[in-house]
């Protein structure tokens, strides 16, 4: 079975580009992103989220142990892990 995408009918098109205008992100067409989107910002687009992961996995009970959790989460980000996201937030481009 191959996957596919249902596509609204012309009407429906017309409807969302008459309505929507320069604001519609769809098939066809250039989007300008915002210059700060979290989507394109690599600290929003990945490392917050892992570092909350692995901080709050079990929570700390003392304000030192929540310190010495964000620095461990810190030093297991690896080279590879970068190299990985920069290439996600490129291929987002």
């Known amino acids: 079975m191959v996957p596919t ?3 609204p009918s ?5 409807y969302i580009r008459d309505t929507f205008q320069q604001q519609v992100i769809g098939d066809g067409g250039c989007v300008e992103w915002p210059p ?8 929003d687009f990945f490392l917050w989220g892992y570092i909350k ?6 929570s700390p009970p ?12 810190c030093a297991s980000v690896s080279p ?5 996201v920069q ?7």
Request: contains cysteine; charged residues 25%.
């Open 10 to 14: 012309a009407s429906v098109q017309q």
């Open 53 to 58: 992961q692995r901080v709050y996995a079990t």
């Open 80 to 84: 590879a892990m970068l190299y990985n």
């Open 36 to 43: 700060r989107s979290p989507d394109l910002n690599p600290l």
């Open 87 to 93: 290439r996600e937030v490129q291929s987002c481009v």
């Open 5 to 7: 995408r249902r596509r």
């Open 62 to 73: 003392t304000l030192q142990e929540l310190r010495n959790s964000i620095t461990d989460a």
